[in-house]
C-alpha cells in the first residue's frame, strides 16, 4: 500500500508540472551521452548514494565500505556512458557502463559441479564378506584388498576436492573480473516524492555535479 501510494503521489507531480520530465524525456536527454566521473565508483549495484537536499550529500563511511568490500568499477577520470535512467519512489537511479554487478542474472557465487566418489560394489561386497567369514587367513587377505580399494577411494576423494578447491577459486575469480567490469550508478534520494523541480536534467546534472562532468553543465 505504502508502494503504490507514493507511486500516485509521484504520478500527480509528474502530470502537474509543466516543467517535470517524464521518465521518458530523462532517458532520451541522458541515456548514451559520455561522462567522466570525478570519484571512484564501487564495483555493485548498491553504487552511490546521494542526498542533495542534505548539508552533507554523500556519507563517505558508506562510500568507503562499498569500495572496500567490491573493489572499483570506474576510476576517477573515466570516461563511461549513462546507460539507463530510472524513477523510483523516492529517488533516482543514474546508471553507468551497466549500472553495477549483482542484477538479476548476475552470478554472485561459484557454481561448481564436480562428481564424488562412493563405495565400489567390491568395497561394500568385501566389508560384507569379512564379518561372515570365520577362516583368519582368508579374512586377512580380504581386509588387505579392502584397504588397498579404500587408499584407492581417498586418493580420488583427494584428487576431486583437490579439483572442487580450484573450480571455485576459477568461478571467484570469473566473478571478480565481471564485477569490476559491470559498471556502477549514483541513486539521488530525496526527502520527499521528486517532484517537478528535482525532475529536470539541470536540477539532476547539479545534483551530481560533485560526482560526474557532464558534457553540458546546468
Same mark, same amino acid.
Given at each position: 500500500m505504502k508502494r503504490l501510494l507514493?507511486?500516485?503521489i509521484l504520478l500527480h507531480f509528474l502530470s502537474a508540472a509543466g516543467v517535470a520530465q517524464s521518465e521518458a524525456d530523462?532517458?532520451?536527454h541522458f541515456e548514451g551521452q559520455k561522462v567522466r566521473v570525478l570519484i571512484d565508483l564501487p564495483?555493485?549495484?548498491d553504487g552511490v548514494d546521494v542526498y542533495p537536499e542534505q548539508a552533507q550529500p554523500l556519507d563517505f563511511s558508506d562510500y568507503a565500505r562499498r569500495i572496500k568490500q567490491y573493489g572499483i568499477a570506474l576510476e576517477e577520470g573515466d570516461r563511461v556512458m549513462i546507460t539507463r535512467v530510472r524513477i523510483k519512489e523516492k529517488h533516482i537511479e543514474f546508471q553507468l557502463g551497466g549500472?553495477?554487478?549483482g542484477t538479476f542474472g548476475d552470478e554472485t557465487a561459484p557454481s561448481v559441479h564436480v562428481g564424488s566418489i562412493s563405495k565400489s560394489k567390491r568395497e561394500k @561386497?568385501?566389508?560384507d564378506d569379512i564379518k561372515k567369514e570365520n577362516n583368519e587367513t582368508v579374512r586377512r587377505k580380504m581386509r588387505q584388498e579392502l584397504d588397498d580399494l579404500r587408499r584407492?577411494? @581417498?586418493r580420488e576423494e583427494r584428487r576431486i576436492e583437490a579439483e572442487r578447491a580450484t573450480a571455485v577459486e576459477l568461478g571467484k575469480q570469473r566473478i571478480e573480473q565481471r564485477?569490476? @567490469?559491470g559498471g556502477s550508478r549514483f541513486n539521488i534520494h530525496f526527502e520527499t516524492v521528486p517532484g517537478s523541480n528535482q525532475l529536470t536534467p539541470e536540477a539532476l546534472m547539479k545534483a551530481l555535479s560533485k560526482y560526474?562532468?557532464?558534457a553540458e553543465q546546468p
Amino acid at each position: 500500500m505504502k508502494r503504490l501510494l507514493g507511486t500516485v503521489i509521484l504520478l500527480h507531480f509528474l502530470s502537474a508540472a509543466g516543467v517535470a520530465q517524464s521518465e521518458a524525456d530523462l532517458k532520451r536527454h541522458f541515456e548514451g551521452q559520455k561522462v567522466r566521473v570525478l570519484i571512484d565508483l564501487p564495483a555493485t549495484k548498491d553504487g552511490v548514494d546521494v542526498y542533495p537536499e542534505q548539508a552533507q550529500p554523500l556519507d563517505f563511511s558508506d562510500y568507503a565500505r562499498r569500495i572496500k568490500q567490491y573493489g572499483i568499477a570506474l576510476e576517477e577520470g573515466d570516461r563511461v556512458m549513462i546507460t539507463r535512467v530510472r524513477i523510483k519512489e523516492k529517488h533516482i537511479e543514474f546508471q553507468l557502463g551497466g549500472g553495477g554487478y549483482g542484477t538479476f542474472g548476475d552470478e554472485t557465487a561459484p557454481s561448481v559441479h564436480v562428481g564424488s566418489i562412493s563405495k565400489s560394489k567390491r568395497e561394500k @561386497q568385501l566389508e560384507d564378506d569379512i564379518k561372515k567369514e570365520n577362516n583368519e587367513t582368508v579374512r586377512r587377505k580380504m581386509r588387505q584388498e579392502l584397504d588397498d580399494l579404500r587408499r584407492d577411494r @581417498q586418493r580420488e576423494e583427494r584428487r576431486i576436492e583437490a579439483e572442487r578447491a580450484t573450480a571455485v577459486e576459477l568461478g571467484k575469480q570469473r566473478i571478480e573480473q565481471r564485477r569490476l @567490469q559491470g559498471g556502477s550508478r549514483f541513486n539521488i534520494h530525496f526527502e520527499t516524492v521528486p517532484g517537478s523541480n528535482q525532475l529536470t536534467p539541470e536540477a539532476l546534472m547539479k545534483a551530481l555535479s560533485k560526482y560526474v562532468e557532464f558534457a553540458e553543465q546546468p
